[in-house]
């Protein structure tokens, strides 16, 4: 076997730290080298070590790919420069007049994207509640191509029970995509599933550390495989070298950061459920979860997002404003902790009917639960909670 390569018994922390990394063969560094040539050169038109253009393909992307597709026990990885250039790569799978069905709660990033920019392409989208699997069967139609999810959801935390609908999708012809961000390859696995793609916007948990903006594909099925590596290329969304190093570096510590937030978060809901100005808290984990059931089936531990809903907008933004550990900022997954209104950040841009009717409320505050000690966290809920509540 050579360095670099998957041992079929190895676990997730060692795939993480050593496939597509082993020492560099020419100077023996146990660190991969952020290649950041953009070209190579032919020893004859054609004839190459791998690589010709680094937009086609890069050593230090390789190695990332590598990783990232064995952390999802997927033949194929492609990586992106953004979670939505990957997201906008696979809907190009599709042709004008294709049907999409979209999971009604997803981050308003993507809901932006397919109503407001591929849809002009003659992509048809519509949404469903797809916790009721039953649902997708009323949203389908002759042309539905693709149905898209997130589970848990962003910023609602509901789940989609993803073999139910990948079953109904296949019966129909479908592809069925999730975005795996909010679970991570650590605690769910959507092609295990029956998923066709999983995406990331590896932005998030995979890079840690918020200091890198990447998204990533992985899927088992070579034909798509190649027609998703010829549009990764024709388009051009790709990620840089440095950011596949990042990234690179951020999943060695992936499976240690998720299970301590994951403590985290349970522990940071529980503390919010039992407090008098809290009216609702969503996590998987959380007995109280409508779907708790099917998160023990699906997931392997709830994952570090939390959100609560308080009475009024007013008293959301003044809490939030009050915080000092959980830092009043967008985007998620990373060490430090972070709280946001998802009404007034990151999905702003859904009409505000649209996101109310889904149960994205006014008072709703969404948090990213990072690795600080949990008492500094519960803590300081604790005392924005008190002057707000
Ligand atoms: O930001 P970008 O890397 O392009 O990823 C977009 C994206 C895709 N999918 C999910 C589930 C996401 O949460 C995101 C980005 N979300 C945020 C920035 C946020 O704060 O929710």
């Not at 799978?93 to 049907?99: E, I, Q, T, V, Y």
């Not at 404003?321 to 209104?341: I, K, T």
Request: charged fraction near 20%; hydrophobic fraction near 45%; include cysteine.
């Amino acid at each position: 076997m050579a360095d670099g390569e998957a041992d079929p018994r190895w676990g997730f922390a060692t795939r993480a730290l050593h496939v597509g990394q082993g020492p560099d063969p020419t100077t023996g560094a146990v660190v991969q080298p952020i290649h950041l040539a953009t070209t190579y050169r032919q020893s004859a038109v054609g004839v190459h070590q791998g690589f010709e253009y680094s937009r086609s393909g890069n050593p230090t992307r390789h190695a990332l790919e590598e990783c990232l597709a064995s952390l999802e026990s997927a033949r194929h990885c492609l990586t992106f420069a953004s979670g939505l250039a990957a997201t906008t790569t696979v809907l190009l799978l599709l042709d004008a007049g294709d049907h999409v069905v979209v999971n009604d709660d997803v981050y308003g990033g993507t809901a932006r994207l397919f109503t407001r920019v591929l849809s002009r392409y003659g992509l048809r989208f519509d949404s469903a509640d797809l916790r009721d699997p039953g649902a997708l069967r009323e949203a389908l139609t002759e042309r539905t191509r693709m149905v898209w999810l997130e589970s848990p959801t962003n910023p609602l935390l509901r789940l989609v029970d993803i073999a139910a609908v990948a079953e109904i999708a296949r019966e129909r012809g479908a592809l069925t995509v999730v975005d795996n961000t909010f679970a991570t390859p650590v605690l769910q696995n959507p092609l295990a599933l029956g998923a066709d793609i999983a995406v990331h916007s590896s932005t998030k948990y995979l890079g840690g550390h918020s200091d890198v903006v990447g998204g990533a594909v992985m899927l088992d099925d070579d034909a798509l495989a190649v027609s998703l590596r010829f549009h990764q290329n024709a388009v051009g969304a790709v990620p840089s070298p440095f950011d596949c190093w990042l990234l690179l570096r951020g999943v060695k510590t992936l499976s240690l950061r998720v299970r301590q937030q994951c403590a985290n978060a349970l522990a940071v809901a529980r503390f919010l459920e039992g407090h008098a100005a809290v009216q609702a808290v969503h996590h998987p984990g959380l007995e109280s979860h409508p779907q708790h059931a099917l998160a023990v089936r699906q997931m392997s531990g709830g994952g570090g997002m939390v959100s609560f809903e308080v009475d009024t907008e007013e008293r959301a933004l003044e809490l939030l404003s009050r915080l000092r550990v959980f830092l009043l900022a967008e985007s998620l997954g990373a060490v430090e902790s972070l709280a946001e209104h998802p009404g007034r950040m990151t999905h702003a841009s859904i009409a505000a009917e649209e996101r109310r009717r889904v149960g994205v409320g006014d008072g709703l505050i969404r948090l990213s639960v990072g690795v600080e000690d949990l008492d500094d966290l519960v803590r300081d809920l604790d005392q924005a909670l008190a002057v707000s509540g």
